[in-house]
């Protein structure tokens, strides 16, 4: 980049743009929007907030304000729904700390919704998905599944209580994750979300110029979602995902094909991916489960360069 004061741009892949602002200071900020996912708007709403504001989280930044962003089909649709999606993302924004202080709508054939969200923060406090160092263990505060169950929401084959249950973990919001990750010091950071856990990771290391272990037994997963990996009944972006990271990845054993996907699985509103020095992942981990994160998994390691930028294991 030509501009000395943009820290962090699109080369890396990341979560954000950063722009200092002083010595000390920088703009962090991010924009993500999609169509639906579930039915309800006020939950819809939530979750397309919830998943904006992670991206600020995966800076460990925290945020400052947030404007919406809507293409809606006013001919096609009550205006009641639009006011539910607009009340969904502005409560989500209140859990976070803070206001929704305007945005912009378009008309649109197809119904979209999220969130612009602006953070202030010290430099030396931001943690980027390029840092991460041989010995650092990665640590996963969600648990994987969530395309799988997405797919079958859209196919109308969940539950209403499989909904319920997908719709909250999607909604719930990486501030905690953030805030014990601030506390106890880490190299870096990214969320995982519509590229799978092996398509961030494979970010992650090239941005960092290492390779990293993954143990796929210890990747928390919903349990819910292994019937429809199984079935074949999983989103088309999932086989997209793991082509692309294939020729990244060694297999130091045979792995399941049905592990495979769900390594792939694209999340909406995922957990942090975290590269935490080995000497604090049992205090990071303590404190993920002191604040009821939805998981605090140890699943593999960052290493020195490889030929292969992740290996994984059974």
Not at 280 to 292: A, P, Q, S, V
Request: hydrophobic share 45%; proline share 5%.
């Amino acid at each position: 980049m030509d501009d000395p004061n943009a820290l962090v741009g699109a080369d890396t892949a990341d979560d954000c743009a950063v722009y200092r602002v002083t010595d000390t200071h920088a703009i962090v900020q991010s924009v993500d929007f999609f169509t639906p996912i579930v039915d309800d708007p006020y939950t819809f709403g939530q979750i397309a907030a919830a998943n904006a504001l992670s991206d600020i989280y995966a800076m460990a930044a925290e945020p400052l304000f947030a404007l919406n962003i809507m293409g809606f089909p006013y001919h096609n649709l009550p205006m009641e729904v639009m006011s539910e999606i607009f009340r969904g993302g502005g409560d989500k924004a209140k859990e976070a700390g803070i206001f929704v202080l305007g945005g912009h709508t378009i008309e649109d054939r197809e119904l979209k919704y999220g969130l612009v969200v602006t953070a202030f923060a010290e430099i030396d406090q931001i943690r980027t998905n390029s840092t991460a160092k041989p010995g650092d263990d990665l640590i996963l505060t969600k648990p994987l599944g969530v395309g799988a169950i997405s797919s079958a929401i859209q196919r109308r084959i969940a539950s209403d209580a499989l909904v319920q249950k997908v719709g909250a973990l999607m909604a719930a919001l990486n501030k905690d994750a953030a805030q014990a990750m601030r506390e106890v010091g880490v190299h870096a950071v990214t969320d995982v979300t519509g590229f799978g856990l092996l398509g961030h990771l494979l970010e992650m290391t090239q941005a960092s110029k290492v390779s990293a272990e993954i143990f796929a037994a210890s990747v928390p997963t919903l349990e819910e979602a292994w019937e429809f990996v199984r079935k074949g009944k999983i989103p088309a972006a999932t086989h997209t995902n793991l082509k692309y990271v294939n020729p990244h990845i060694r297999l130091e054993n045979e792995l399941k094909r049905e592990m495979s996907l769900m390594l792939a699985d694209p999340q909406t509103g995922g957990g942090l991916l975290i590269a935490v020095p080995a000497a604090k992942t049992e205090l990071l981990i303590g404190r993920l489960e002191e604040l009821k994160t939805p998981a605090a998994s140890r699943i593999g390691r960052i290493i020195e360069e490889q030929d292969k930028r992740i290996l994984l294991h059974p």
